[in-house]
């Protein structure tokens, strides 16, 4: 009984001084995000830099755990399968929180709220309402809400996949489709910036934003959430909304 005490307690004292040096290798670690940058004011690209609303709010998040953000560009259909195989531990990229993705990921609160708007082309007078997309011919971008809503609500309307948010808003510019259903910040952002389009009026849905988490990384959670708490108490969080939503996106 005796050797059995001494022999543990060693091994205890060991255990403990591996995980509190893991912990503090975790608190300076960088954290691997993953994003789609082609959905302004989200997350773009300029001057060969990421920036937007959310490239921002992460940065912001990492600065609050002394952790640095390390970003990888990758497809939105893309997104949560770098998480499942390991390749990274957040993906944040407009990523509605839905049954089907908690599924296989876990996802910080909500920190903004979207939804799904329609949009057409300048002087379009035959859309005019989600009813007048039935039959219609629609862009949408692959792996994203957008699809999976019109399949549903609209199935007899004729969607038009393609890889990135610009293409997307290109085809109805040019004609190519008759609208493009995605969310509502990058719609917004798009009639403003560039022109000869609009919004129908009202949301074809109401969701939510979240942070895409690994599923074993269940204390990321809580500490990014902690974070944002801090954020919005500060008035960080607001400052961002103020700068990247400026005439708002309610």
């Known amino acids: 009984m005796s050797f059995i005490k001494h022999t543990v307690k060693p091994t205890l004292l060991a255990?403990?001084?591996?995980?509190t040096s893991l912990s503090a290798m975790a608190a300076g670690a960088p954290i691997k995000a993953v994003t789609d940058a082609t959905f302004p004011p989200m997350e773009f690209t300029e001057n060969q830099k990421m920036t937007g609303f959310d490239i921002e709010l992460v940065e912001a998040?990492?600065?609050k755990l002394d952790r640095p953000i390390q970003w990888t560009n990758v497809d939105f259909k893309g997104l949560i399968p770098s998480l499942t195989?390991?390749?990274a531990d957040i993906a944040v990229s407009a990523i509605y929180i839905t049954p089907e993705r908690q599924q296989v990921v876990n996802f910080t609160q909500p920190y903004l709220a979207g939804g799904l708007v329609a949009l057409v082309k300048e002087g379009n007078s035959t859309i005019n309402s989600a009813e007048d997309l039935k039959g219609k011919k629609i862009s949408v971008q692959t792996g994203t809400k957008s699809v999976e809503w019109l399949h549903?609500?609209?199935?007899?309307?004729?969607?038009v996949e393609v890889e990135k948010n610009q293409q997307m808003f290109n085809l109805v510019s040019i004609g190519r489709v008759d609208a493009a259903v995605t969310g509502k910040p990058a719609a917004f952002?798009?009639?403003?910036?560039?022109g000869g389009v609009k919004i129908l009026p009202g949301s074809l849905t109401s969701e939510e934003y979240g942070i895409a988490v690994r599923k074993d990384e269940a204390a990321l959670v809580g500490e990014m959430n902690d974070a944002l708490k801090q954020l919005k108490a500060d008035g960080s969080y607001q400052q961002l909304v103020d700068k990247w939503f400026p005439n708002s996106v309610k």
């Open 15 to 19: 255990l403990a001084l591996i995980g």
């Open 85 to 87: 195989a390991g390749r």
């Open 189 to 194: 952002q798009y009639a403003r910036t560039r």
């Open 152 to 159: 549903t609500h609209i199935p007899d309307a004729q969607t």
């Open 61 to 63: 998040i990492g600065k």
